[in-house]
């Protein structure tokens, strides 16, 4: 409704009338008319500025609070909607409890648990209590993503993880896995000599999104390197990079188009800047507080 409602202070809406007050408009709604005529009862309609004139040099302050009340109502009475829709259709599980206020959530880290309770609405992280928090107005689209919070909150279990680890241990996969941490740890990557990324800038890669900070020239070997780059040929040199910084990937201009077929290196979407830049600012918020307690 915010959106929606706009304000604009100054003089009466007609040019021979110089009141003071705050020209304002919204999509018609009879019953939003209705209280909005009894709120304020001295507001007449323009038809030139197509708006209601309220006259008054507070006008704009007053339809301010107003327009908060509305909101504070309408929230009031979605959360009630999605606490009764909850009360109908529960979501059974022990990473769920209920609040005053709405949902709190508590699992085991998962980057996919973040990723989706990202996108429910309003959601947001308690740094302090270490557990998220849902509005009952976000239920629907919490229940239509809960499935994958369930299933990522119980591989990240403790005891499943664990349980994982073992029966990786001294197999091929494992032995892979470490190779392939080995070789992100040299933080290079191989870039064909004819398309070379920009320097100092953030792009995308398969190892995420980073900044090239050299291009060394040392021609890949590909043989070399087969299992964990297996399109590199001769003509690929080195490329150096490092993580990029919050301001970086806040600064990033984001592209319009995916990831064009075959491309070692792209400019990042915005569906690809904002995780990121939520690791980003998380990492510098965690930063920021051990530097405080310490």
Same mark, same amino acid.
């Given at each position: ?13 007609e ?10 408009n919204f ?8 209280? +909005?005529?009894?709120?304020f ?21 007053? +339809? ?19 606490r009764?829709?909850?009360? +109908? ?6 990473y ?23 996108e429910?609405? +309003? ?27 369930e ?5 990240n ?26 070789e ?23 190892y ?12 890949? &070997? ?11 040929? &001769? ?10 910084t919050?301001?970086?990937l ?10 064009p077929?075959?491309?070692q ?30």
């Open positions: 409704m915010q959106g929606e409602i706009s304000a604009i202070s100054g003089n009466a809406n040019p021979d009338d110089a009141k003071p007050g705050a020209n304002v999509p018609f709604d009879r019953m939003t008319v209705e209280q +909005f005529r009894r709120r009862p001295r507001a007449r309609w323009s038809d030139i500025r197509q708006a209601w004139f309220i006259p008054g040099r507070t006008a704009s302050r007053r +339809f301010g609070k107003w327009l908060a009340e509305r909101e504070a109502e309408i929230d009031a009475h979605a959360d009630a909607k999605g009764d829709a909850f009360d +109908f259709d529960p979501i059974d599980s022990s769920l409890e209920l609040g005053k206020a709405g949902f709190r959530i508590k699992t085991p880290y998962s980057k996919t648990v973040v990723e989706t309770l990202h429910v609405p +309003f959601s947001r992280w308690d740094g302090d209590l270490k557990i998220w928090h849902v509005p009952y107005r976000s239920f629907e689209e919490l229940r239509q993503r809960w499935p994958q919070i299933a990522a909150a119980r591989r279990e403790p005891e499943e993880r664990r349980r994982r680890a073992a029966e990786r241990k001294g197999s091929e996969e494992q032995m892979l896995s470490r190779r392939r941490s080995i992100r740890k040299r933080r290079r990557y191989p870039l064909m000599s004819g398309h070379l990324p920009p320097i100092g800038r953030v792009v995308a890669t398969s995420g999104l980073v900044v090239f900070t050299d291009i060394t020239g040392e021609l890949v &070997e590909p043989q070399a390197v087969a299992e964990f780059y297996p399109d590199v040929t &001769e003509d690929h040199v080195w490329g150096l990079w490092r993580t990029p919050l301001d970086e806040v600064r990033t201009w984001p592209s319009k188009t995916a990831r077929e075959g491309a290196w792209w400019t990042p979407t915005i569906d690809e800047l904002r995780p990121a830049r939520r690791a980003a600012r998380s990492k510098e918020a965690n930063a920021i507080r051990s530097q405080s307690s310490s």
